[in-house]
């Protein structure tokens, strides 16, 4: 029987995923700052974390890596797997067990593997597979859609969930160039991987008002993503969590209805 599994959106791109009595935390984010808003509740703070058995961590941008706030977790010798540059930012709040990934590699915490894979972004980006018993599990942080990312179901032929962010960010200053895939893209992913369920996320994020005209570009609809699932992968289950509402899967194939 395979493990159950809940995933959580606390907000923006950081999850908690639990499979079996195994808990990661994905891309932690528990504070604001001027220029980087959630837009959305955050829907736990750091003292109400569980036990956790890993932390990933994309890339290092802060919305991605608030380590500020996550330094004030109770154990700072969970395991982190990171992105390379994410290493010494973690060290230096007090975390111990910080191992830098490339992409492909593989490592393990107790009964959890860990899987990076390629991603793209404005800075040096990893995106990841989490496995625990039979359950696997694509996590990306804000990578665009690069070719790497149709060769998944070749390493990984089942995946239970997949975690795509969508909102096709642009940056005003740099003549609106695209970093991360936006809803047509993480549709046409979607029908790639096949994954049991895809949870949108990475859409909610503003800049603040001044930012929004200024700096940044991106579509905050997830139902957007939403439409276009169902135009260019209509067998996909799609399920989008407000923060602080968990999605368990109990069996593969486990019927989710598409928001």
């Not at 665009?144 to 990312?149: G, S, T, Y």
């Not at 957007?224 to 069996?251: C, D, I, M, T």
Request: hydrophobic share 45%; aromatic share 6%.
């Amino acid at each position: 029987m395979p493990e159950p599994v809940t995933i959580t959106r606390i907000t923006h791109s950081c999850h908690l995923i639990k499979i079996g009595d195994l808990t990661v935390l994905t891309d932690p984010w528990f504070s604001e700052r001027p220029a980087y808003h959630p837009g959305e509740p955050i829907a736990l703070s750091v003292s109400a974390l569980p036990r956790l058995d890993a932390v990933l961590i994309t890339h290092h941008h802060y919305d991605h890596c608030d380590l500020a706030a996550l330094a004030g977790y109770r154990d700072k010798n969970v395991p982190m797997f990171v992105a390379g540059p994410v290493v010494r930012r973690a060290a230096a709040k007090g975390f111990t067990q910080v191992r830098a990934l490339q992409p492909w590699e593989a490592a393990t915490a107790g009964d959890l593997t860990v899987t990076a894979i390629p991603g793209k972004h404005a800075v040096y980006e990893i995106t990841f597979v989490i496995s625990g018993g039979d359950r696997n599990i694509y996590f990306a942080g804000d990578t665009m859609l690069i070719p790497e990312l149709r060769t998944l179901p070749d390493r990984f032929p089942r995946l239970d969930a997949a975690l795509l962010p969508v909102n096709g960010l642009r940056i005003r200053p740099q003549l609106n160039k695209q970093i991360v895939m936006n809803a047509e893209e993480a549709a046409e992913l979607t029908a790639v991987l096949a994954a049991e369920v895809t949870v949108p996320h990475h859409y909610a994020f503003t800049s603040g008002s001044l930012g929004d005209r200024l700096l940044t570009k991106s579509d905050r609809d997830p139902s957007h993503f939403v439409a276009a699932a169902r135009r260019l992968a209509p067998a996909a289950a799609v399920k989008v969590l407000q923060p602080g509402e968990p999605l368990e899967l109990k069996s593969p194939r486990e019927t989710v209805v598409a928001d």
